[in-house]
């Protein structure tokens, strides 16, 4: 059985415009065309292809989307592996909107109670040699749980002080560093790396709350080492003397971090072990 446009167009709930539009993208190819008239007829087969791509579409794919879909599905039950997915891309972006409504909001509390910036402290500090393990980590601060526990599940007993980042640097516009705590001996993992950190002096300021203003405190220390001509290549080390757990998040407002910053010290002579 053979459709004409306006058939096929009150069947599949689809304006014609749009299946002249599918047509032109190559998603929905009438399976005959009059070479004559040029009047396109479509089948039961274009009929069930059309049904898909309305499912996808209310399903809020992109075109790009669909066609990839399309291509891709062999037979019928593979579609749903692809709204499996579309599900999960779903509920990624719902949850970034929940985390930047949060930040919104702590942005809003701010305002409304008219808190004032700290006052920060600088102190000269010189950090003894000590044994570190490591993991990369892009994550924002507040979200690294999982980086935490794979270095306390490596370390076990062997753990030495406290959780600290270091070697900040912007990589596809997120902030890449490394997330470690210092070890009594050399640990035997893969999920890890062992580095030793040298003998460091250097400045150092103690913030107090949450992270979102954290970037006050490497100002305070960039502009004390300007002032004071140091010579310094802004490796800072952010030492989390009492943050969030492997786990809960507890009282934001009571985090404080030690923020560290090297001078005369390159963070390419760390030694991997």
Known sequence: MRYKI???????????STLRYYDRERLLIPSLRDQENG?????????????????LRNSEFSISEIKEVLYGLEEEADLAYYLIEKKAFILEEIYEKERLMKKIDQMITLSETGDCE????????????????????????????????????AAKEAVSGELFTSQQELLNEKIQYEIGIPVSRMIESKAVK???????TGIQTLHYGDYQEIG?????????????QL???????????KGSGKKFKGNQAKYITEIFLPINYSGGSNNEI
């Open 6 to 16: 306006n058939e096929f167009s009150k069947m599949t709930a689809i304006p014609k």
């Open 194 to 200: 062992n580095e030793i950190f040298p003998e460091m």
């Open 118 to 153: 700290q006052e920060y402290v600088v102190k000269t500090q010189t950090k003894p040699m000590q044994r570190v393990i490591t993991r990369t980590c892009t994550c924002p601060f507040d979200e690294m749980g999982p980086e935490v526990n794979c270095l306390y599940e």
């Open 39 to 55: 009047y396109r007829y479509y089948d039961e087969i274009d009929f069930k292809r059309a049904n898909q791509l309305t499912l």
């Open 231 to 241: 010579q310094t290549n802004f490796a800072f080390i952010s030492i989390f003397i």
């Open 216 to 228: 006050q405190a490497y100002k305070v220390l960039i502009d004390y080492a300007e002032q004071h």
